[in-house]
């Protein structure tokens, strides 16, 4: 008995490889198979968007700070999300850096950096959600930081978009804040929050 796979439309249908007798070489045989399918299935279903988030965050280098970030979004986000690291070309190895987070993360790693712009740019080009975050790698978001965004960006069709507050940003957006440290961040964002 022959397996088939049925082609997307208009591509070349997956070719296989004859059956092995070794087991590593039956596993490495699904493997591609299954991968296969999932970037098939994947491309097939790309532009349907899903009623959710999508949270790009580019990054060159300092992956503590990223690690944390995603930390932060995962205790801090009961919305439905989507993560999109974009590596600007890192000397570190962020991709290693983002596998205990299993599939969670979407990833894309540029051979050169193209700075904030071009990895936000790219991550939007990834984006499902119907919504987009963008954050810089070294944020730490608290309790509530995107149910309050969508409520604001929800409250009036005239609003395009809408930003958080932070300690560190010149303009507007920067508030003064009276911790030191990240421990007590936590306190005074559940206060602000109220």
């Given at each position: 008995?022959?397996?088939?796979?049925?082609?997307?439309?208009?591509?070349?249908?997956?070719?296989?490889?004859p059956p092995?007798?070794?087991?590593?070489?039956?596993?490495?045989?699904?493997?591609?198979?299954?991968?296969?399918?999932?970037?098939?299935?994947?491309?097939?279903?790309?532009?349907?968007?899903?009623?959710?988030?999508?949270?790009?965050?580019?990054?060159?280098?300092?992956?503590?700070?990223?690690?944390?970030?995603?930390?932060?979004?995962?205790?801090?986000?009961?919305?439905?999300?989507?993560?999109?690291?974009?590596?600007?070309?890192?000397?570190?190895?962020?991709?290693?850096?983002?596998?205990?987070?299993?599939?969670?993360?979407?990833?894309a790693r540029?051979?050169e950096n193209?700075?904030?712009?071009?990895?936000?740019?790219?991550?939007?080009?990834?984006?499902?959600?119907?919504?987009?975050?963008?954050?810089?790698?070294?944020?730490?978001?608290?309790?509530?930081?995107?149910?309050?965004?969508?409520?604001?960006?929800?409250?009036?069709?005239?609003?395009?978009?809408?930003?958080?507050?932070?300690?560190?940003?010149?303009?507007?957006?920067?508030?003064?804040?009276?911790?030191?440290?990240?421990?007590?961040?936590?306190?005074?964002?559940?206060?602000?929050?109220?």
């Amino acid at each position: 008995m022959k397996n088939r796979f049925r082609s997307a439309r208009g591509r070349r249908p997956i070719r296989q490889s004859p059956p092995s007798s070794s087991g590593s070489d039956r596993y490495n045989e699904g493997y591609e198979r299954g991968y296969t399918e999932g970037l098939v299935k994947g491309s097939d279903t790309f532009h349907i968007p899903f009623q959710g988030t999508s949270i790009i965050i580019p990054t060159y280098n300092q992956a503590e700070y990223l690690i944390q970030c995603i930390g932060s979004i995962e205790a801090h986000t009961p919305e439905p999300h989507e993560i999109i690291v974009v590596d600007n070309a890192s000397t570190d190895d962020i991709a290693s850096c983002l596998k205990p987070f299993g599939g969670k993360i979407r990833f894309a790693r540029l051979e050169e950096n193209r700075g904030f712009a071009g990895g936000v740019n790219y991550g939007i080009m990834m984006a499902k959600g119907e919504t987009v975050v963008i954050l810089n790698n070294d944020i730490l978001v608290t309790p509530n930081w995107l149910t309050h965004m969508l409520r604001c960006l929800d409250s009036d069709p005239q609003i395009g978009a809408v930003g958080p507050v932070t300690n560190y940003i010149s303009g507007e957006q920067q508030m003064p804040v009276p911790y030191e440290d990240v421990k007590e961040m936590w306190e005074f964002a559940a206060g602000h929050n109220v």
